[in-house]
C-alpha cells in the first residue's frame, strides 16, 4: 500500500474538485492512509452531528447504553427526568470505563474505586476520599457530551462551540417532515464488523450504480424515476419515484404492510434515499423507515448498525411480527451483499498500484461525498 508523501496536498484531489462528467474518484490511500484517517476523525468526526440511532431504545428512566465511537467512549442514559444525555464513559477519579453495553440502572457505579454517579452525571458518592483536601464533589461529575435530537434520531457532538443540529441539518427536517419520524418505533437492530473504510459503504449506500449487479438476485433494480434532492445543510438525498414499498423484495410484495398516513409530497411517490454527513444512510420508504449507521475503527474496519423502524400504529397491528419477517428478509438479503462487495472493494483500493477512477453519472452523490470530505480535512484550497 502506497500513499502521497503529503495527503494533505490540494493537488492530489484535483481530478475529485472536476464537475462530475469530468471527475475522478478519491485517490485509494483517502480509504487505508493512516494519516489521512486520523485527520478525519480530528476535523470531522469530533467536529460534527454524529448519528447514534433512536432515542427509543432507552424509553425508560435508566435506560442506557454505551458505545465507542472513534475512539470516544460514551454513555447514552435516560435521565430521571426522562431526558436523554450522553457522557464520556470514564470515571473522574483514575479513567476507568463506569458502564459496559446496555442495561438499566439507578446510578453508574465505577467497578476500580465504586465512585457513583447518577443519572444526571453527577458525583454522588467517592468513599475514599475524606481526606483528600478541597475535593469538591460537583466538579468531578462525569463529562457531558452535547446530544441533540431530530425526529426521534439521536446525535451527539464533541464539539462544544458547534453549530446546533437543526442548524447542521439545514432543510432536511422539513423536506421529511413528512414521514413524521416522531412516530416510527425501532423494531430491530443488527451489527456488522466490515474489513472496509467507513467512505466505502457510505458512498455504495449513495449509488444506484451497483443495483443491477450487485443486487441482480435480488433487489433487481434496473430501470426507476430517480433524481437529487436540492437539499441544503450537511445532507443529501436520491429521490426515486415508484409504486409501493422499497422495503420487500418483488416476490414478497403480498406481504406489505400499510403506508405511513402522514406522507404528503414527493415522500408520497417513491422512497427517498438519505445521506446525513459524515457516515449514516436513511432508507425512507412508503410504509417503514430503515438506516445504516456506520461507526469507523480505523481506516480499515467499520462496524454497521442497521435499524430498521415502522409507525406505532403498525407496530401495534396483530399481524404486524408475521409481515415484518419479509421485511427483515429483504434487508438481510441486500445488506449481505452490500457488506461482501466492500470489503471486496476495500481489499482492491489498498493494492499497490490502485489509481483513482473516473465516476459514471450514475454516481452523482459519490462525488458529492468525495468533496465534502475533501473541504473538511484537506481544505477548500486551490491545486498547487
Known sequence: MLAAQDVFNPSHYAGCRRPLEQAETLPPWCYYDEEFYRAEVEHIFMKVWNFLGRSDRIPNPGDYFTVNYVGVPLIIVRGK????RAFSNTCRHRGARVAEDKGNCRAFVCPYHGWVYDLDGALKGANGMEKAENFDRSQYGLVPVRLEEWGGFIFVNFDADAEPLLDYLGDAPEQLASYD???LVTTRLTSFE?????????????????LPFVHKSTLNLKDFDHGIIP??????AIREKHEGTRALLEEDK?????RIKTLEGPPAEGTHYVVLYPSTMLGMTTDSVWWLELHPMGPNKTKLIVGTCFPKETVERPDFEEKAKYYYKRWDKSIGEDNDVSDIQHEGVTSPFAKPGRLSHHEPLVHHIANWVIDRVVGNRPPA
Open 231 to 236: 437539499a441544503e445543510g450537511n445532507w443529501d
Open 181 to 183: 419520524c416522531e412516530n
Open 254 to 258: 403480498q406481504h406489505g404492510l400499510p
Open 194 to 210: 466490515l474489513d472496509c473504510n467507513w467512505k466505502l459503504y457510505i458512498e455504495n449506500a449513495m449509488e444506484e450504480y451497483h
Open 81 to 84: 427526568d426522562k431526558v436523554v
